[in-house]
Each structure stands twice: as C-alpha cells, then as structure tokens.
C-alpha cells in the first residue's frame, strides 16, 4: 500500500552529484520491480495495478518521466499500470519514441490530462483525436510533435487536410507539427492561448487571420512555415507577441521579395516583441548598414532593425542567414543564435532542440569546437548534446554528430568532474543512440569509441545486459572491421572482471558461439589477427568459473577449432596463452574433463610443457590442464597413449625448470580448483603444481594473493601436507614457502596500521 500524501520533489530528476535522491532510487527499485505494484494479465500479457495499491499524483507524473528518461520504453503493456483514473492519476505526459497505440492513449486520456506532449509515438493515429477531445475540458498544454499522426492523414502520400476542431476551452499552450490547416480550422475560439507553435504545418487555403481575435497570444511559431510572405500583414496585428519565429532550415532558403523593409514593417508592428527568429531567411539583408534616422548617430548592420538600436531584442535568431548576418558587428540583440562563435553555437543548440533539421548542423559546428579544443564551457555543451540526443534518438545525424561530441566531451580533463549520475545520463544515452542504429557503423564506432573513455565494466554494470546485446552485435559479423575490434576489445573488458551470473548472462547472449564464428572465419582464411585473439581471450574469461559456458565451447567445436589455431599459428605467444587459459578453465569442470581424454589432445597438452611461449604461462596453464584431468584417478585415463606416467613424469620435469620469481599474464579470483589438488595424495604431480602456483603468486603478489590463500582455508589445507607422511620434501618446502609468505604479508600490514 502506497500512503496517499504529497511529497515535495525536486523539478530537476537528473542532477549532475554522485548520489541519487531517495526518489530516485525508489524509482529505479520500482521501475525494474514493477511486480511490486502491478501484476501480469496472463490473458492480455499487459500490468495491472494490484488492487491494494494508490499512487498520488506527484508520485504518478514523476514515475512516468523517470520511468521513460531510463529507456524501459513506454508502452500499452506499461501504460496499463493507469488506466485507473482514481488510484493512479495523472496531470502531465510527456512521451517521446514511445510506441504507444490508440489503446494506450485511451487510458491516458481518461485522467482528463492538464498537459500532453507526444513526439516520435508513430502508433497513434487520429483515431485518438475525438478521445482527446472528449477528455480535454482541463487541457492547458497540447504538443503534437514529429512523427504523431493524430492530425495527419496515415497514407504517406496523401496530403489531403484533415477537418479537426480544436475543442479545447482552457488551452494556453498548442503545439503542431507538420498538420495540413484548411480554411475550416479556426482557432479564434481558444481565447485563453497564449502560445502558438505550427512548426512545419501546410497552409492549403489556410490563413493566420482567426489569430488577430486572440487576445492573450505572445508567442507564434512557424518555422519551416512557406510560403509565408503573403501572412506579414496579418502577423503584423498580433500587437501582443512578444515572440515570433518565421525562421526555416536552410535546406529550404527562400527569398523574401523585399527583405529590409518586411523586417522593418515586422519589428515596426509588433512593440512588445522581445525574441525574434528569423533564421534561415535572407531577412537580414546584404549587412549594408544603414544609418538610424532619428538621432543619427547609432547603426544597425541588419537594415530591418534600425528601430531597435536603442532597444536590443532580447533574443535573435541568425543561424545559416543569407549574407552570414550572424557575424556582423552592429546588432541590435542581447543574445544571438548562429555559428559566429562558442556562445552562437551553444545558444543555438539549446534553442533549436526540437527542430533536428537545424540541430544536425549546430552538433556538427559544437564538434568541431571540441574537436580543436576551442570550448572553454564543456558544461553547457554536454548538457545541449545530452539534450538534443535524448530527444532524438531516432534522427541517425543527430545520433551520430552528437556521440562523435560526446567523445570529446568525455575524452577531456572536465571528466573528472562528472558525478556517477552524469556519466550514468551519457552511457545510457550512448546505448540509446546504439540500440536505435546498430547497423549503421559511424553510430557503433562512435558510441564504442565513447564508451572506451569510461571505466570498464564499474562504469557500465547498471546498463550490463543492454551493452552486452549491442556488442555482441557489433562484433557478429564477420567481415573485418573496426567497429568489430573496439566492439570485441569492450566485451572482453566486461567479461573479465564480472561475477558468475554475468557471465552466465553472456554465455546465454550467445557469447561463446559467437566466438567461434569469428575464430571459424579467420581459420577458414588463414588469418591472424587481434580480433581472433582477444576472441580466445574473451572466452576464457566467459568461462571462468562458469561449467555452462565451457560446455557450450566444447559443443561448438571449440576444441576443434583449438587445434586448427594450434597448427596455423603455433608461433602466436598471446593466442597459445588465450587458448590455453581456457582449457584450464574447461578441465576445472569435473564433468566435463572426460572430454579432453583422447590421445590427441593429451599428446598436446603434454607437448606443451615443454613451451617457452609468453614466459611460463603456455607451459604452466598445460600442466594446470593435464593436473586435473590426472586428479580423476587411475581410472579416468582412457587411453593407452601417451600413458598416466609418461605424462605426469613431463609435468615434473616442466615445473623443475619454472622460475619461482615468474611475474605471470594470468588474474585469479578464487583459488578454490588450486586448493582441490591439493587434497590429491595418490598423485603428487597434481599437488606440486598446485602448491608451485601458490608459491609463485603468494611470492610475486603477496598483497593480493596471500589474503585470497587464508579466507579460502588454504593456510590449513597447506598445514596437513606439510604434516603429511607421504608429502615429500620438495612439496613441503614450497608449501612452507607459502605459509611463510602469508605471515610475513600480515606482519607488514599489522606495522603499516
């Protein structure tokens, strides 16, 4: 039961510090537990709130935003959670890329919503129209956005307007994107608007005229709104905008017939304007200036806005004007947007967010100002791009310009800076970029170039299953790529340092088989390279510890393909160490090790002792492999050659000439399989290995492995062999070696505290 009282919440959800709110994380908790306020519909397979439950309406908005900013997509399946309007209202909605339906936006509209805002949710068609209708006596805000069809035609052809009345008495905010108006819309009627957006909207037999009747308008928006030459006068009218947009991307550039004195007329007309964007236009003339009539003294180098010399707009819009208007001297504007300077860019990126046509090319501007380390205020550009990339993770450009900025954002000594909630907000922005473009190698190279800067995996376990698919992609085809190297190069960075249940989790992805796919590929063509071998590396560190994954190598011929790479590139130091690192892993499996039992490869194995490649570890990780299968007893040798005592003979005669001293390639995290030889005194073969490698790493590393000795009962284990009548005396001493070893490394840290 969850009590219904107000709690006072933070407007900013996401902050830049290293703790998360308790909200925060009571959402996170909830949002990957939704089984705690919901249950699963067996029938139509959707959450339905559990009866005892009551969310209050602070708590409702808030989840939905959080629940969407994590990337756990809203859909009709979630949505469902609200469909009751009395234990879990909702006033504001905001959904973006969501794949929400009809269905879905039923229960939404039943909470007779305050505000609404829809972008990139091409499931919702105008069969939802007359439901927002009936439910939109308390609507203050509406944004229909990109890609929302409720207004539009669903046949991508058909450009046929749609008749729509906007029956929404008390709304002040309205939002269109790309509607088809005809002459029978009106919106004089909304008397209570105030802001009025139509970003990309067709005029067919359309007029702005309905709008002079609009007492509380401030604010008109039409961007990419043309022709609109013919709307100037109307516009003119509106005496209480405060704000006006009449820009377009550059992709359209039309000229108006008179620009000088359109411009004049505009800022003329309007007293009260304050924010002009006039962007993409050739509104701002040649750059002649001219002089200011009345007091002869001050210029403008925009000839429309001499007027406005003594009272700078607050804001203007200059990006990609005719005649490069944004890098004149004299103009009349406290704060400019264009691609003179930092300041231009960043102002642009912040005030073009929702129009990607723009945006791709403002990225671009901010990159290469990062790229020659020309941004002194990383700050702002990181949260533009943050900004820009959240809301369109579709738009491939937008994805691609702003992950290659990210690098550089991150790459740079700000990092540093960066709380675990900031650099969590830019992973989980990179891997939304991935996911919504995996095929597309500029975006993968990028994000993974990006994420290298990171550290791995402690920076990226809260999205470990999410980056594990999306690598595993990059690195399954089989064509050579660089895209493949880094992808490989990441996943092998989170193989090696995670628990059983991850890599239980890889294996499961198709880790391992993708391994060998790629092993297969190079063997097939003769071919080494790094992608093969961090391929080997890879799976030894999928296989550590985990009997499922070693399985699944042994059942996709990995010992197979072992032996192909042992005959074609016998001479490759890191590729025999790999390779020979996860055989030991496989042997350590009981179950499996009969498997290993054929002449072939108990004859290489035993060759292997003999090997000087990368040091001692070829030579040291086949011993390891020939100790355990030798562990089973006589009984377990089923073959007739090589024979038990040829073999265990070479493992003696290898560890003999080891160096004790030996720095070693090789990371344990228990030594659990080591301390079983341990126990084997029917063949002391297996225990001198085990005991050597003891030795040799309690030597080498005491700090690390002397503590890993005693919490595991070793010091015990060790104790009873040297105490042991069969224990010879060799064996004794390395054991004593071990435990001396372990005390001195305790007396250190006991004069160090």
């Known amino acids: 039961m969850i009590c219904n009282h107000r709690v006072r919440l933070k407007e900013q959800l996401f902050l830049d ?153 008390k709304l002040k905010r309205l939002v269109l994107n790309g509607v ?50 013919r709307e100037i006068p109307t516009i ?13 991307s550059k992709s359209m550039m039309p000229s108006y017939t008179s620009p000088n004195i359109t411009l004049e007329m505009i800022v003329e007309s309007l007293p009260l304007l304050e924010h002009l964007d006039i962007s993409g236009t050739n509104l701002a003339g040649t750059g002649v200036a001219q002089q200011e009539a009345r007091n002869g003294t001050h210029s403008s180098d925009i000839p429309g806005l001499g007027s406005r010399v003594e009272r ?41 967010q929702d129009r990607h046509e723009m945006l791709t090319k403002v990225l671009n501007d ?3 100002l990062l790229r020659f380390e020309n941004c002194t205020q990383i700050d702002r550009a990181l949260r533009a791009v943050l900004i820009a990339m959240d809301k369109h993770i579709g738009i491939k450009h937008i994805q691609i310009s702003g992950s290659a900025t990210l690098f550089y954002i991150v790459k740079s000594k700000e990092k540093v800076k960066f709380g675990s909630i900031l650099k969590n907000h830019i992973i989980r922005t990179l891997l939304n970029g991935m996911s919504a473009h995996l095929s597309d190698d500029t975006m993968m190279r990028n994000g993974c170039l990006t994420l290298c800067q990171f550290s791995i995996p402690s920076d990226v376990l809260f999205e470990y299953e999410r980056l594990v ?63 093969m071998e961090v391929a080997w590396s890879t799976m030894w560190n999928v296989t550590d510890e985990t009997a499922v994954n070693c399985e699944r190598f042994l059942d996709g011929k990995g010992m197979e393909y072992f032996l192909g790479c042992l005959r074609c590139f016998h001479d490759k130091d890191e590729l025999l160490r790999n390779m020979m690192g996860l055989l030991g892993n496989v042997a350590e499996v009981k179950r499996l090790r009969h498997r290993l039992m054929t002449p072939e490869y108990i004859i290489v194995f035993s060759d292997l002792l003999d090997s000087n490649s990368d040091g001692i570890e070829v030579s040291y990780n086949a011993a390891g492999v020939l100790a355990h299968i030798a562990s089973d007893g006589v ?101 004593q070696m071990v435990l001396n070893q372990c005390d001195l490394n305790n007396a250190k840290n006991f004069m160090e505290e």
């Open 366 to 368: 901010l990159y290469h």
């Open 180 to 229: 088809a108006l005809q002459s029978s819309i009106t919106f004089s009627h909304l008397k209570e608007l105030s802001y009025l957006d139509l970003t990309a909207c067709l005029f067919a037999d359309f007029s702005l005229e309905s709008l002079v009747h609009l007492p509380q308008l401030q604010t008109l928006i039409l961007f990419n709104v043309w022709p609109l030459e």
């Open 312 to 352: 700078p707009l607050k804001f203007l819009g200059l990006y990609d004007t005719a005649n490069s208007a944004c890098r004149r001297h004299d103009i009349p504007a406290l704060s400019i947007a264009g691609d003179a300077n930092e300041d231009q860019i960043l102002l642009s990126a912040i005030m073009y």
């Open 17 to 169: 510090g290293d703790k998360p709110s308790l909200l925060e994380t009571i959402f996170k908790y909830l949002a990957n537990n939704l089984n705690l306020i919901s249950q699963l519909n067996p029938v139509t397979k959707t959450w339905e709130l559990k009866d005892d439950v009551i969310i209050p309406n602070e708590i409702c908005d808030r989840f939905l935003q959080f629940y969407q900013s994590c990337s756990l997509g809203i859909n009709d399946k979630f949505i469902n959670i609200f469909k009751h309007t009395n234990r879990t209202p909702l006033k504001f909605v905001a959904l973006r890329n969501s794949s929400i339906t009809d269905d879905g936006m039923q229960h939404l509209l039943r909470h007779k919503l305050i505000s609404l805002s829809l972008w990139y949710c091409d499931k919702i068609t105008n069969a939802s129209w007359s439901n927002l209708i009936a439910n939109g006596s308390e609507m203050k805000n509406l944004e229909l956005g990109k890609l929302v069809d409720m207004l539009k035609n669903r046949e991508p052809n058909e450009k046929t307007p749609i008749d729509f009345q906007m029956d929404l008495p």
């Open 635 to 735: 009984e377990a040798w089923t073959i007739e050659s090589p024979t038990r005592e040829e073999v265990l003979d070479r493992m003696f005669q290898a560890i003999e000439r080891w160096n004790l001293e030996a720095e070693r390639n090789i990371n344990y995290r228990s030594f659990e399989p080591i301390l079983g030889l341990i126990k084997c005194y029917d063949t002391p073969a297996c225990q001198i290995w085990a005991v050597w490698a003891l030795a040799n790493l309690t030597k080498v590393y005491p700090e690390k492995y002397c503590k890993l000795v005693e919490d595991e009962n070793g010091t015990k284990l060790l104790m009873d062999l040297i105490d042991h009548m069969e224990t010879n005396e060799k064996l004794r001493e390395l054991a």
């Open 469 to 531: 698919k999306i690598l595993l992609h990059g690195v399954s085809d089989t064509e050579q790529s660089f895209v493949q190297r880094i992808a490989i190069y990441l996943l092998n960075s989170l193989a090696c340092q995670v628990d059983g249940n991850q890599k239980l989790f890889l294996g499961d992805l198709g880790a391992i088989s993708t391994m060998l796919n790629l092993i297969n590929d190079r063997l097939n063509r003769k071919v080494f390279d790094d992608v």
């Open 236 to 248: 003119c009218q509106l005496k209480k905008l405060q704000m006006l947009d009449i820009s377009l």
